[in-house]
């Protein structure tokens, strides 16, 4: 099993003792709630479920979803290098769960600035150097 690292700006600010994460937000408009559960595999981070508790403004379950104790269930199998989870005040924070335990992308980083990308990424994954500045 791999460890998780949640990066920003290219530091390393957190890992999650798992390869497998439910990650969990409210729609900012429609204050709906969203579920996706990813599992790493190899340097990319798999899209194995994802649900919805309605539908909404860019809420749109996918074909073949199904309705289950309502929420619209579908299996989509994608695959990311990362995740990037963006900061925005106008939207409430996300939630990541492993093993049982959840806990906010807030408290697990520490503050971020507005439009602040944390990346969710494989630890083995090699971080971006920076560039070098010129003089």
Do not use: K
């Not at 290219?10 to 969203?34: K, M, N, Q």
């Amino acid at each position: 099993m791999s460890p998780l690292c949640l990066v920003v700006a290219g530091v390393v600010r957190a890992t999650i003792p798992d390869s497998e994460i439910t990650l969990s937000w409210e729609h900012s408009v429609e204050h709906i709630r969203w579920e996706e559960h990813y599992r790493l595999a190899g340097d990319a981070l798999v899209l194995t479920r994802a649900r919805v508790r309605g539908m909404g403004a860019g809420m749109e379950p996918a074909p073949g979803s199904v309705l289950r104790n309502g929420w619209w269930t579908w299996e989509p199998d994608s695959r990311f290098p990362a995740l990037r989870l963006t900061h925005s005040s106008y939207a409430g924070d996300y939630t990541l769960c492993w093993r049982g335990a959840c806990r906010t992308l807030g408290a697990l980083v520490g503050t971020t600035r507005e439009g602040e990308a944390v990346e969710v990424r494989g630890c083995a994954q090699p971080l971006a150097t920076p560039s070098a500045r010129a003089r």
